[in-house]
């Protein structure tokens, strides 16, 4: 309810005046889904005919640093006025990446991100953005009132860090590419593991799976490899997302680079179990299962095991595979991972 609490102070102070309909039952997102997705559509192509019944009278938008940018649709209609002039036949070349939803009654508020659509060529930047739309039901139709665009900066970072040094060093096509969350950062020994292949690590600690996924065309299709390795789903699961917003990340993973990469191999590493993160242990459990169902009859998408031998004579997992906090690797934990890796990349051969 805090969120709605927000939303109502948000509806009553930062908007023009807006008339609610009555309260009723909390609607399925798939309408206020299908509204946000027909918005990006006609926005992209600066449709303003089509984006006029998507907005609430008066609807509003604010910029990075919260200040008022004044009526959503003249602000709308001037970016399509300035893309005509310039000969562009559309908006900037993203596409909503993850969607979430919240609603009750007759308000509703869509938490975007956007990335790198799929036309845009490996190694472009393009830096991500965060969009929140906040909806009003209005005579049973819905329409966005309020929009807010920021840009995702978290991993702004190390991403840089990866692109000053793949322009120092680039790394040879055909690799291995390592990709994921902070025990792919922590997996230090991956080249001793790996010597007969050209490995490139790219983790970046605390990121989810659809983190890899937005910036998958900055630092994994670039280098063109014959295969990526993700580790991802860990902090997603320990973060309250479920086992399907996992393996719904994965699959957009997975078209991603194969959109770019259509012959290249993927594997998944399942989520670990943890000593620090146990109680949450049966939610990843699940998320490994839905991801090897999906791994099962998918062309060149292959899942790997760490968790059963990680729990071969432990359950929870021995401490000896942990640092002293319980959650990230030791040399033995990435021993046993390089255990299970290993025939997978001889099978490719």
Not at 278 to 297: C, I, K, S, Y
Request: hydrophobic share 45%.
């Amino acid at each position: 309810m805090y969120l709605f609490q927000r939303l109502s102070v948000l509806v009553a102070a930062a908007l023009p005046v807006v008339v609610l309909a009555a309260p009723v039952a909390a609607q399925e997102p798939a309408e206020i889904v299908a509204l946000s997705t027909a918005f990006e559509a006609a926005r992209s192509a600066g449709d303003e005919a089509a984006l006029r019944p998507l907005l609430a009278d008066g609807a509003t938008s604010f910029d990075a640093r919260g200040n008022a940018r004044g009526l959503l649709v003249r602000e709308l209609a001037a970016a399509a006025a300035r893309r005509r002039h310039a000969g562009q036949t559309s908006a900037e070349p993203v596409w909503v990446v993850s969607r979430e939803v919240a609603a009750e009654g007759p308000c509703a508020v869509v938490m975007e991100l956007l990335g790198a659509s799929p036309e845009v060529p490996p190694g472009v930047a393009i830096n991500p953005l965060r969009r929140t739309l906040v909806c009003v039901q209005r005579d049973d139709a819905w329409q966005i009132t309020h929009i807010h665009t920021s840009p995702y900066t978290r991993w702004a970072d190390p991403i840089q860090a990866y692109v000053d040094q793949d322009r120092q060093e680039p790394p040879k096509p055909e690799g291995i590419v390592f990709v994921g969350s902070s025990s792919i950062v922590g997996w230090k020994t991956l080249a001793a593991d790996f010597p007969a292949y050209n490995v490139i690590g790219r983790g970046f600690g605390g990121s989810q799976m659809i983190d890899s996924v937005l910036y998958a065309h900055q630092i994994v299709t670039p280098y063109r490899p014959r295969a990526v390795v993700v580790y991802a789903g860990d902090n997603d699961i320990t973060a309250g997302r479920s086992a399907e917003d996992l393996l719904a990340d994965f699959q957009l993973f997975v078209e991603t680079i194969h959109r770019a990469l259509p012959q290249t191999r993927i594997a998944y590493l399942t989520i670990k179990p943890s000593i620090q993160r146990w109680q949450v242990w049966p939610e990843m459990q699940r998320a490994n299962a839905l991801v090897r169902d999906f791994a099962d009859g998918a062309d060149l998408v292959d899942y790997l095991d760490i968790a059963g031998p990680m729990l071969e004579s432990h359950a929870p997992p021995p401490p000896e595979l942990f640092l002293a906090d319980g959650l990230h690797l030791s040399e033995q934990g990435y021993a046993l991972w390089a255990a299970v890796v290993t025939p997978w990349l001889a099978s490719l051969d």
